[in-house]
């Protein structure tokens, strides 16, 4: 009886044996993930879960999934997608009558895939919102639109503008925090203007004369695989996303100070002049929301940022609401691992907690509300509240 030769035996061994170290290598950094209470598999950067865009850089996909933690508890947490690749259930198109819609457009802070969409502010605002629409005419009702994208800032979520006209909102709620202004920079190289200067698109670099430049599919086992992932990271390095390519560092920081910083903040905030010249094109109000990039300090109302997002809204004639000054505080630690807090509102990582976004759905309700019939947010013409006047569906 013929027999293998005894120098294949070690290499057939070892390849037998290089699954069973693959598996063992994996099960050890899963094991690791969760006594860290999921540090290792947190999205390396915001736009982990987007695909390349020709018109905004990155979007999510149409009935995706979007995969965050928990920011109280560290738990997993799965947020379905729509046909738009919006995060909640699907808007009707037109807009039914009687229905007072607001559309929110925003970064992750908004988008918060860590929460259930009930327990996020934008599901919050809907009753508070939905009950003054009916006060003010019988029957009416409010809808959210959580039209936010990981990843966005003022001119991406501008731009998303364009296609989302046919919600037919009837005010615009943009969310906006200062480490916005570093985004800009990072995402102005790849923009497109008309003839006017006015921004029409900013094409992911992935996007080539208007095609998806695609590679070949990667095995699911391979995508899911953490062990991958975290490999990956170290071969991007620190500059770049391992999943997405995207630079993680600004071309130029826009609060370091001289006159490319200084052209840098003010280009990055000129997305609200455009933003109420589109609210104004579509027959609606605009408002901006300002939100706190993490617990005090350079994020409540006092920063060099904030002052210049304020000043930037009033120049374009946006009502504007600081919420950082709400929400600015001490924060608990991640994953339900207390700290020393005063205030939990907001993690060490600059998430809002689930009470965060209860008393920002507060504050912003009472905000909302309670605007002057001459604001360009405000009352209807009647004095009724921004969406709680009658529908104009």
């Given at each position: 009886?013929?027999?293998?030769?005894?120098?294949?035996?070690?290499?057939?061994?070892?390849?037998?044996?290089?699954?069973?170290a693959?598996?063992?290598?994996?099960?050890?950094?899963?094991?690791?993930?969760?006594?860290?209470?999921?540090?290792?598999?947190?999205?390396?950067?915001?736009?982990?879960?987007?695909?390349?865009?020709?018109?905004a850089?990155?979007?999510?996909?149409?009935?995706?999934?979007?995969?965050?933690?928990?920011?109280?508890?560290?738990?997993?947490?799965?947020?379905?997608?729509?046909?738009?690749?919006?995060?909640?259930?699907?808007?009707?198109?037109?807009?039914?009558?009687?229905?007072?819609?607001?559309?929110?457009?925003?970064?992750?802070?908004?988008?918060?895939?860590?929460?259930?969409?009930?327990?996020?502010?934008?599901?919050?605002?809907?009753?508070?919102?939905?009950?003054?629409?009916?006060?003010?005419?019988?029957?009416?009702?409010?809808?959210?639109?959580?039209?936010?994208?990981?990843?966005?800032?003022?001119?991406?979520?501008?731009?998303?503008?364009?296609?989302?006209?046919?919600?037919?909102?009837?005010l615009i709620?943009?969310?906006?925090?200062?480490?916005?202004?570093?985004?800009?920079?990072?995402?102005?190289?790849d923009?497109?203007?008309?003839?006017?200067?006015?921004?029409?698109?900013?094409?992911?670099?992935?996007?080539?004369?208007?095609?998806?430049?695609?590679?070949?599919?990667?095995?699911?086992?391979?995508?899911?695989?953490?062990?991958?992932?975290?490999?990956?990271?170290?071969?991007?390095?620190?500059?770049?996303?391992?999943?997405?390519?995207?630079?993680?560092?600004?071309?130029?920081?826009?609060?370091?100070?001289?006159?490319?910083?200084?052209?840098?903040?003010?280009?990055?905030?000129?997305?609200?002049?455009?933003?109420?010249?589109?609210?104004?094109?579509?027959?609606?109000?605009?408002?901006?929301?300002?939100?706190?990039?993490?617990?005090?300090g350079?994020?409540?109302?006092?920063?060099?940022?904030?002052?210049?997002?304020?000043?930037?809204?009033?120049a374009?004639?946006?009502?504007a609401?600081?919420?950082?000054?709400?929400?600015?505080?001490?924060?608990?630690?991640?994953?339900?691992?207390?700290?020393?807090?005063?205030?939990?509102?907001l993690?060490?990582?600059?998430?809002?907690?689930?009470?965060?976004?209860?008393?920002?759905?507060?504050?912003?309700?009472?905000?909302?509300?309670?605007?002057?019939?001459?604001d360009?947010?405000?009352?209807?013409?009647?004095?009724?509240?921004?969406?709680?006047?009658?529908?104009?569906?």
């Amino acid at each position: 009886m013929p027999t293998r030769p005894p120098r294949l035996r070690p290499l057939l061994l070892a390849v037998g044996l290089l699954p069973l170290a693959v598996a063992g290598v994996e099960l050890g950094v899963r094991a690791a993930d969760s006594y860290s209470g999921g540090a290792l598999s947190r999205p390396p950067c915001p736009t982990s879960y987007t695909v390349p865009s020709p018109l905004a850089r990155h979007a999510l996909s149409a009935f995706g999934h979007v995969i965050d933690r928990d920011p109280d508890t560290g738990a997993t947490h799965e947020v379905s997608l729509n046909s738009l690749g919006l995060r909640g259930g699907e808007a009707a198109m037109p807009k039914p009558i009687g229905v007072r819609r607001v559309l929110l457009l925003g970064d992750e802070a908004t988008f918060a895939a860590g929460l259930p969409e009930e327990e996020t502010f934008a599901g919050r605002l809907v009753p508070a919102l939905s009950a003054a629409a009916a006060r003010a005419t019988p029957g009416a009702s409010a809808e959210v639109i959580n039209a936010a994208i990981p990843g966005d800032c003022p001119l991406l979520s501008v731009l998303r503008l364009r296609r989302l006209g046919a919600l037919q909102p009837d005010l615009i709620l943009l969310c906006v925090r200062p480490s916005d202004l570093a985004e800009d920079a990072r995402y102005r190289r790849d923009l497109l203007t008309d003839e006017d200067g006015r921004p029409v698109a900013c094409p992911h670099p992935a996007v080539a004369g208007g095609e998806l430049t695609t590679k070949a599919p990667t095995p699911a086992w391979w995508r899911d695989s953490l062990a991958v992932r975290l490999a990956g990271r170290a071969l991007a390095g620190p500059d770049r996303c391992p999943l997405t390519g995207e630079p993680l560092a600004p071309a130029v920081d826009p609060l370091s100070g001289g006159p490319q910083a200084a052209l840098a903040a003010e280009q990055a905030l000129t997305p609200l002049t455009d933003l109420t010249r589109m609210a104004d094109g579509l027959g609606v109000r605009a408002a901006l929301v300002l939100l706190p990039d993490g617990p005090g300090g350079g994020s409540a109302g006092n920063s060099a940022a904030v002052r210049l997002i304020l000043d930037a809204a009033a120049a374009a004639e946006l009502r504007a609401y600081n919420a950082a000054l709400v929400l600015a505080g001490t924060a608990h630690g991640d994953g339900g691992n207390a700290g020393p807090a005063t205030g939990p509102f907001l993690t060490k990582r600059g998430a809002l907690t689930r009470a965060g976004h209860a008393r920002l759905a507060e504050a912003l309700a009472e905000f909302l509300l309670s605007a002057p019939p001459a604001d360009p947010v405000g009352g209807a013409p009647d004095g009724g509240a921004a969406v709680g006047g009658a529908p104009t569906g």
